[in-house]
């Protein structure tokens, strides 16, 4: 989601025309700040270097270091070697990317690395690393119409970093794919198969593990004590509102997440989703009012989700997974949770089996269901809606036996009292 400013993508593509990696003339123009940002292609090329920063081996190889140790990697730069972007953080977690292209000594201690800022076209702007603190001070704004702010920091803060060219021409992995995501850092073990977490939407999530270990906001500051476990600021500031990190976790562990609403002032629509190699589980459409608290259980291997509120709320649990012969797409939402509860979802792919635990419902109500299902010849679809949902029910969705092939409708079983026996089954019909 690039809602919150293309930065990070024109500040690596501006690099690599400088650079003559990339030539403007392919966009219609003789530099970068002659382009036309309207243009399709443009902005395809924008986005695509926007999304390396999320991204294995580009995320694993952001260089790190105190303001002088970043002004000394600056200081040797080599358009006709390695080059870099420069993240830079505020102290609300806001990130912003600018290229540099050059080192200024100002006299006394104080040096000037001077950036384009994709924020002020055509002007040269200097960001100040002072070597009698270390520390370090740039000018920006969220936008070009926006006062600009002062921000700044220091060897303590972390708050400067590098992310080399060479990491972004790699062929860059897919956290998704069957095989998918693995650890090249220093903090997980060598080739560890990690899941993606994020949120998308306003709101913080703090993450742990079955050992009290956590990763994420505590106190408005973000703490990572999972081992193996990491995360990615964005490098984003058109609107001022820097999405959450996204979040990397070793996929062998069950979490339990914390979507934390103590700081909003209005409601916002919120998504929490986890991915992994060949599969992914989420909630979608949480309306996160101030101050509300809502708690999801990640059960990865077992392929399970449960999601707890306190509040009146309609999410959406979604499924995705990769199988040999098709794959597959879920969606149950519209479930009524009047005064909170619990609902819990996983996938029995032996079985082809889709399970919906409503056992801590608070009251009875209806969900409606979405299925696709993906070949590599066709791609097929299954709507069903106002499927009765009694509280302390196991309902079964047999979606492996379905196909447009096989248009009877699809199996619903219903456990009514959790003794593991069929008390109803019925057929629903595609309603589409």
């Known amino acids: 989601d690039m809602a919150g400013g293309h930065c990070e993508g024109m500040a690596v593509l ?14 219609g123009g003789s530099q970068a700040s002659d382009l036309d940002l309207n243009d399709e292609t443009l902005q395809r090329e924008i986005a695509y270097w926007w999304a390396t920063q999320a991204v294995d081996p580009t995320s694993s190889s952001i260089v790190t270091g105190t303001p002088m140790e970043i002004l000394e990697t600056i200081r ?44 002020y076209p055509g002007e040269t702007r200097e960001l100040f690393i002072d070597s009698r603190d270390n520390s370090w001070t740039y000018e920006t704004s969220i936008n070009p119409q926006v006062d600009s702010d002062v921000w700044s920091g220091n060897a303590d803060t972390g708050t400067l970093d590098l992310t080399p060219t060479s990491a972004r021409l790699e062929t860059q992995f897919c956290p998704f794919c069957e095989g998918g995501y693995t650890s090249v850092g220093k903090l997980a073990a060598p080739g560890e198969i990690l899941n993606q977490i994020f949120l998308d939407g306003k709101g913080h999530i703090l993450i742990e593990d079955d050992n009290g270990n956590r990763l994420g906001y505590v106190d408005g500051q973000i703490v990572n004590e999972i081992p193996g476990a990491s995360y990615s600021k964005y490098r984003m500031l058109a609107s001022g509102e820097t999405p959450e990190p996204i979040y990397m976790v070793p996929a062998n562990l069950d979490l339990t997440i914390t979507i934390d609403g103590s700081e909003l002032t209005e409601e916002t629509l919120t998504d929490l989703v986890l ?12 309306y996160l009012s101030p101050g509300q608290v809502d708690i999801a259980y990640f059960y990865p291997a077992d392929e399970m989700i449960a999601y707890e509120t306190t509040s009146d709320e309609s999410p959406s649990i979604i499924f995705g997974v990769e199988n040999p012969d098709a794959d597959y797409y879920f969606e149950v939402y519209g479930v009524d949770m009047v005064g909170g509860g619990i609902i819990t979802a996983w996938l029995d792919s032996a079985a082809g089996d889709l399970l919906i635990n409503t056992e801590k419902l608070n009251g009875e109500g209806f969900f409606n269901f979405y299925l696709t299902r993906i070949t590599d010849d066709l791609e097929e679809e299954f709507y069903a809606e106002d499927i009765s949902l009694t509280e302390g029910a196991l309902v079964y969705v047999n979606y492996a036996e379905w196909s447009d092939a096989n248009p009877d409708g699809l199996y619903f079983g219903v456990d009514l009292n959790g003794d593991g026996e069929i008390d109803e089954e019925y057929v629903v019909d595609d309603a589409q």
């Open 76 to 119: 040797q730069m080599d358009v006709n070697g390695e080059t870099y972007t420069i993240g830079i953080y505020n102290d609300r977690g806001e990130g912003h990317a600018i290229t540099p292209f050059g080192v200024e000594d100002k006299g006394d201690g104080l040096y000037a690395i001077l950036v384009y800022d994709n924020n």
């Open 275 to 286: 991915i992994g190699p060949g599969y992914s589980i989420g909630v979608e459409y949480i």
């Open 14 to 27: 501006s690099l690599m025309m400088y650079t003559g990696q990339i030539s403007a003339s392919d966009f």
